[in-house]
């Protein structure tokens, strides 16, 4: 059903020009790594972490293969788990702004972000556009693997998987290629086929996207009705939602997430949309991740 109301891009770049000179490129590099001289690259910054004393996330280590990777975790021990995955800028406030909103829909959530930049987080645009070409794609899918086996492991019965723009995508993917994902939701963005191809989807899937986002072949109107054809095809219980009148990351309304959009010509805020979506989010976790 479909409601109106981020190695290469699988081989391709996306452009969109918003209301500046600049471009903002979302190229996903998925298999073939770029390596460009260190001097070339904008400075990137590590991330700054909330104090022990004030911030409400308690900071895990989890082990996947030969590495250890940094997550954040809110919510109660117990509670059905969901893996809560970063936009193309890291983990910053937007992200634990949504992890922690989750955490305390209906009756309670552990939501845990596992950090795929290792501690960098990009603060324009630049700085995230070279993080996310730098990403190891394969490796961030076994990050999120990983994440969701911890969650299991530590007293979550059922698991979902979310995620925003880029992590949007690695959602959708987790659909496909992490066999313990017992639902998911995504929200503006598809992976490339070669990555994961939704068509192979085995976990239920629920996928949000702005009616007026432009960012073509990732998550633009044509994108998310391709998708819902190959989630037909998969046979896995699914929902795409288009909203009308709002752009790319419609559900960034903190206020510094605002005045990050219109710094990339991104000027449409609608919270009522922002509201539906998370009244449909939670409906989908509910029905899905429920004991």
Not at 26 to 44: G, H, I, M, W
Not at 103 to 109: N, P, T
Not at 170 to 188: G, M, R
Request: a neutral charge; aromatic letters at 10%.
């Amino acid at each position: 059903m479909i409601s109106h109301g981020c190695s290469r891009f699988f081989t391709k770049t996306l452009l969109t020009k918003p209301n500046s000179t600049s471009s903002i490129r979302f190229s996903l590099l998925l298999y073939e790594p770029r390596f460009t001289p260190s001097s070339s690259f904008p400075q990137v910054r590590a991330m700054a972490t909330d104090s022990a004393a004030s911030s409400p996330f308690k900071k895990v280590q989890i082990q996947r293969d030969n590495t250890t990777f940094d997550a954040y975790v809110i919510g109660k021990d117990d509670a059905p788990g969901i893996v809560v995955i970063q936009e193309w800028w890291g983990v910053d406030f937007e992200i634990k702004n949504h992890a922690r909103k989750i955490s305390q829909f209906d009756s309670g959530y552990k939501a845990l972000i596992p950090d795929l930049y290792r501690g960098k987080v990009g603060l324009d645009v630049a700085e995230a556009q070279h993080l996310m070409d730098g990403l190891d794609w394969q490796g961030a899918m076994k990050d999120i693997e990983a994440s969701v086996k911890w969650l299991k492991t530590n007293g979550s019965q059922k698991v979902g998987v979310t995620g925003y723009c880029m992590g949007g995508a690695l959602s959708i993917a987790s659909a496909v290629l992490v066999p313990q994902v017992d639902a998911v939701v995504a929200f503006y963005g598809v992976p490339s086929p070669q990555l994961a191809d939704p068509i192979n989807a085995k976990a239920p899937v629920q996928a949000h996207f702005g009616e007026l986002d432009s960012f073509e072949g990732f998550s633009d109107v044509k994108t998310a009705k391709a998708l819902e054809e190959k989630l037909k095809a998969s046979g896995v219980p699914h929902e795409v939602h288009i909203y009308p009148g709002v752009a790319h990351a419609f559900m960034n309304i903190s206020p510094e997430g605002v005045e990050r959009r219109k710094t990339m010509g991104l000027n449409n805020e609608d919270a009522a949309v922002v509201e539906l979506a998370w009244t449909r989010f939670r409906s989908w976790m509910s029905r899905f991740l429920s004991p």
